[in-house]
């Protein structure tokens, strides 16, 4: 089974560094040209099924994606980004000073925002694993069918990372795709592609 993992395009948030998270911005004009970027270097890809968060920065990437493939798009709330409560909205440089992921969060997945009435990024890991376990993806679907899955930078992220055990990860850029396999129960990273 093959899985396509896709960062949603550039937003004004992303633009001017504003914690975005459940809360949302639209993509800008850079943002959808690099999208449509991604969706003509993915067209010969064969697509079987097609899930996206509905926060609708990944909403629109997905459908812009899925324009050269005849797939139906399901929208599910267990692919949202990352919570992050009563900081939403508010400049990064203000909310990284209260130290809520730690320093090495891209190694040891350190984040919680609990406390501000948002999310623990284990929680995060946890729903994105619900949905390929309890909505039976990995049951419905073939060996050699291909998932689209369009979110977020840090919910994909912490999600492939936990996915790929101990191989090299980076953080995904704005429309970017990870592309992973999943060979005899095993998920293995087979490249990234970012717009050009």
């Not at 396509?4 to 850079?30: A, Y």
């Not at 909403?59 to 050269?68: G, P, W």
Request: contains cysteine.
């Amino acid at each position: 089974m093959k899985y396509i993992f896709v960062r949603h395009g550039k937003t004004h948030f992303n633009e001017i560094q504003l914690k975005q998270g459940w809360c949302d911005s639209p993509l800008t004009k850079q943002g959808i040209k690099e999208i449509e970027n991604m969706a003509e270097q993915l067209k010969d890809y064969k697509i079987d099924a097609a899930y996206t968060s509905p926060i609708l920065r990944a909403k629109y990437t997905a459908q812009i994606i899925l324009k050269n493939h005849s797939v139906l798009l399901n929208e599910d709330d267990r692919l949202k980004e990352v919570n992050f409560g009563l900081l939403e909205g508010l400049p990064c440089l203000f909310v990284d000073k209260l130290q809520l992921e730690s320093s090495n969060w891209l190694d040891d997945l350190q984040m919680d925002y609990t406390g501000y009435e948002g999310e623990n990024v284990e929680d995060v890991i946890q729903r994105h694993f619900e949905l390929l376990n309890d909505n039976d993806i990995e049951k419905k679907f073939q060996d050699d069918d291909t998932i689209l899955m369009v979110g977020h930078g840090c919910s994909l992220y912490a999600f492939i990372k936990t996915l790929l055990k101990n191989q090299k990860l980076d953080f995904p850029q704005n429309a970017s795709a990870i592309i992973v396999n999943k060979v005899n129960n095993e998920y293995q990273l087979e490249t990234v592609l970012n717009p050009k």
